[in-house]
């Protein structure tokens, strides 16, 4: 197996496009490919294909070293293909494998074909534990004719990193996971990032399915954190002497507890918090075991986004209007998946409140669930808007910190902006 030198990468959407771009920049000769030929079309022009920030700037950076194609065969040419398309949540909490499979069905027949032996095949995209060595595996050594960890290196390497701040989370991580076919595929792997990071993370190397386990149990951890601060702050709420920023300062001092996530707001949401930690809830339950801690933050979550409008309700009447500012799941993204201002917009909505709705990063553009809502384009507004009784800030984004209300307005700011 070759040092890896030239790189592709399967699947150009949020995270993709910025591992292909941030290599690209890191000196690496770079091929994307994804069947979306509008994404294909703007990364051979040096655009972005998805809004993220640095995500422009880092393209134009290694310009020379990326292009794009929808070429899957274009693959073979590279010492590594990273994969990285959806693997959206099932309603049993499981991840579907489908885009994987049509995603690395083409290249390994293609590796087949040109008789090449030695391809790193790197999962990036999150899985259900086991599927990789019971599915994706089976498949591609079908498929190339070969048998892995001999003709073929398969590598399971998810990245943690927060929508917003992709580029410099690829770049700085704390750790690079690594679940491994064999020794060799890892030890390549291990020397490429020891290039590409920018600083020394901790590079974590196991076998595969302890990676696919440690991929999903640090965000069921940090579930449970945050589900617990809310179970917290409910408590709290019931004396009213007890200040809960207080109780989380202090709590957040214990240096074994720490203070990351510790902070009393709203629930939590995105795209991989609350299916990763319900993806650990499953695959205990197909061992026949429990996972009550797992099941517990996703309830909490949900009695979280709850309380938020049955607090709301009883400040307002039902032909008050109320402005819910902030939709997505954290500042800098457009993504509402799962948001606590998004459920509690949509909850008042089917409720018969009058609803208007406002986020810095989510337009009915690039979020289409906003079309049900009137949305302000520009929160200055409701400084005009005396119809406005209640505004709630959902999401954090530091400028609703700036915005003025009209005199009538009354404020509510769980995250206490
Ligand atoms: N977005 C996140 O915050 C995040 C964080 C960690 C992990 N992940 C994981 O990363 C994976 C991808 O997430 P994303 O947010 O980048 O998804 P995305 O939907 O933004 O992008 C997926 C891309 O894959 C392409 N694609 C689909 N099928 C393909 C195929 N057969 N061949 C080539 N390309 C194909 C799509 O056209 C799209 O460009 C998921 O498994 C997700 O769980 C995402």
């Known amino acids: 197996m070759k040092q890896i030198q030239k790189a592709s990468v399967c699947g150009l959407g949020k995270l993709g496009a910025c591992i292909a771009a941030t290599l690209a920049q890191r000196g690496f000769e770079v091929v994307g490919i994804d069947i979306d030929a509008e994404k294909v079309a703007r990364i051979n022009a040096g655009q972005p294909p998805v809004d993220e920030p640095l995500l422009a700037e880092t393209i134009t950076a290694g310009r020379t070293r990326l292009r794009a194609t929808q070429d899957y065969r274009e693959a073979v040419g590279t010492d590594v293909t990273f994969f990285i398309p959806p693997s959206p949540s099932l309603p049993d909490g499981s991840f579907s494998n489908e885009f994987l499979l049509r995603a690395m069905q083409p290249v390994a027949a293609a590796v087949r074909e040109k008789g090449k032996k030695g391809h790193l095949f790197v999962c990036s995209s999150t899985t259900t534990p086991g599927a990789v060595d019971s599915v994706l595996i089976p498949m591609l050594e079908r498929e190339t004719g070969g048998v892995c960890g001999r003709d073929f290196g398969m590598c399971y390497n998810p990245e943690f990193i927060a929508l917003g701040n992709v580029v410099k989370g690829l770049l700085e991580p704390d750790m690079v996971l690594i679940g491994e076919s064999d020794p060799q595929s890892g030890t390549v792997l291990e020397e490429m990032y020891r290039k590409y990071n920018q600083n020394k993370p901790n590079i974590a190397r196991m076998s595969i399915i302890s990676a696919e386990l440690t991929k999903i149990s640090v965000n069921s951890y940090v579930t449970m954190k945050i589900s617990f601060t809310n179970q917290l702050r409910m408590i709290a709420e019931q004396f009213p002497k007890a200040n809960i920023h207080h109780v989380l300062d202090a709590i ?166």
């Open 252 to 417: 957040g001092s214990d240096s074994r507890v720490g203070r990351k996530y510790l902070r009393a707001g709203l629930s939590y949401g995105g795209p991989c918090f609350p299916r990763d930690n319900r993806l650990l809830a499953f695959t205990a339950r197909q061992l026949g075991l429990e996972a009550p801690l797992a099941e517990a933050s996703d309830k909490v979550n949900h009695r979280t986004n709850q309380d938020l409008f049955e607090k709301v309700a009883k400040l307002v009447t039902k032909n008050d209007t109320v402005a819910v500012l902030g939709l997505t799941y954290k500042p800098d993204t457009y993504i509402t998946e799962e948001a606590a201002g998004l459920f509690l917009a949509q909850q008042l909505k089917r409720h018969g409140y009058p609803v208007i709705v406002h986020d810095y990063g989510a337009k009915p553009s690039n979020a289409p669930n906003l079309h049900e809502f009137e949305h302000l384009d520009d929160p200055e507004v409701l400084q005009q808007r005396a119809d406005v009784k209640l505004a709630v800030i959902c999401c954090p984004w530091p400028q609703y910190s700036s915005v003025k209300f009209a005199p009538g307005t009354k404020v509510l700011s769980p995250w206490k902006l």
